[in-house]
């Protein structure tokens, strides 16, 4: 069993800053890409940045400059800094993570794609 665990999202002037983190547990044997989706009202749920263990990050384009993804791999944490927020940047974030988990019997199972419960960012004067 895998869990993520969200937090730090939250109510933000636009031009302020916000730091989501991500905290997977569980029968973890290794974890592969962590990421961050979200999802605004009526809009389909949308990537806004990865990073594959061992890859290159990627942002989408209205996040790049702005937000930065970072990982502390010894935590199987994820974090997102948000700065320069806007109100467009309002949305249900997710964290996402590819993970190789076992069974309690120690077997490691195929890769599988877990997420968080979600976290709501409203970007608001």
């Known amino acids: 069993q895998v869990q993520l665990v969200e937090s730090g999202g939250g109510l933000v002037q636009p031009g302020g800053s916000l730091r989501l983190s991500c905290a997977a547990s569980?029968?973890?044997?290794?974890?592969?890409?962590m990421g961050w989706y979200r999802q605004a009202p009526g809009k389909e749920r949308e990537l806004v940045a990865t990073w594959p263990r061992g890859g290159s990050i990627m942002y989408v384009d209205s996040a790049k400059g702005r937000f930065a993804i970072s990982r502390n791999n010894t935590k199987n944490t994820v974090y997102l800094q948000m700065n320069s927020l806007k109100p467009e940047d309002t949305a249900v974030y997710y964290c996402n993570a590819n993970i190789i988990s076992t069974t309690t019997w120690g077997q490691t199972l195929p890769p599988y794609d877990y997420w968080g419960q979600g976290t709501q960012v409203t970007v608001s004067s």
């Open positions: 569980g029968r973890i044997f290794s974890i592969n890409a």
